[in-house]
């Protein structure tokens, strides 16, 4: 079905449809969240995304996000994603499949959801959760790397 018949359909159904404009994706984000230091331990969230795209509609993401002291429990995922008006989905797999994040882009920054059970949830560490803002501090393709080795991703 072409755009215009659907956009035709959508305006007799009364239904606004106008699809966002094109936000490139590709890039480095740090989430917004508070933490302070209290002598050598960071108590607080910390974390990051770095964001390459493959395609218009295809996305390579690398995020790493670090709950602080006193565990320091972290998560860590590596995926390609679809990327569809300016949003990226990540499912969990078979071990669980309660998880799925969503990644809404906005020209500034990503807003990042993460829906299941907050204790194991995306297998990521105990209590770790990465909901929140990510600032989008460089829009220039990032090197991929792992966050816990530093390891480059090809």
Same mark, same amino acid.
Request: charged fraction near 20%; charge should be positive; aromatic fraction near 12%.
């Given at each position: 079905?072409? #755009?215009? &018949? @659907?956009?035709?359909?959508?305006? $007799?159904?009364? @239904? ?14 740090? $989430? @917004?969240?508070? =933490?302070?230091? !209290? ?9 990051? @995304?770095? *964001?390459?795209? &493959? ?5 390579? /993401? !690398?995020?790493? !996000? ?7 429990? =972290? ?8 990327? &569809? ?5 990540? #499912? ?5 499949? =309660?998880?799925? *994040? ?7 920054? /990503? ?16 209590? !770790? ?7 989008? /501090? ?5 090197? &991929? ?6 390891? /480059?991703?090809?």
């Amino acid at each position: 079905m072409n #755009k215009l &018949l @659907i956009f035709v359909l959508l305006f $007799l159904a009364g @239904i606004d449809y106008c699809p966002a404009a094109y936000i490139s994706p590709t890039g480095t984000y740090k $989430l @917004i969240s508070k =933490s302070k230091k !209290v002598d050598e331990d960071t108590y607080g969230r910390w974390g990051d @995304i770095h *964001i390459k795209a &493959l395609s218009k509609n295809k996305i390579v /993401i !690398v995020l790493g !996000v670090n709950m602080g002291a006193p565990g320091y429990n =972290s998560g860590t995922l590596i995926d390609t994603l679809a990327y &569809l008006d300016n949003k990226a989905v990540f #499912k969990g797999n078979e071990w669980d499949r =309660s998880c799925r *994040i969503t990644f809404r882009f906005k020209s500034n920054g /990503i807003s990042v959801t993460q829906h299941t059970d907050i204790n194991w949830g995306c297998a990521f560490g105990q209590g !770790v959760y990465i909901d929140g803002f990510y600032k989008k /501090i460089n829009g220039k393709v990032p090197v &991929l790397r792992h966050p816990l080795t530093g390891k /480059i991703i090809k």
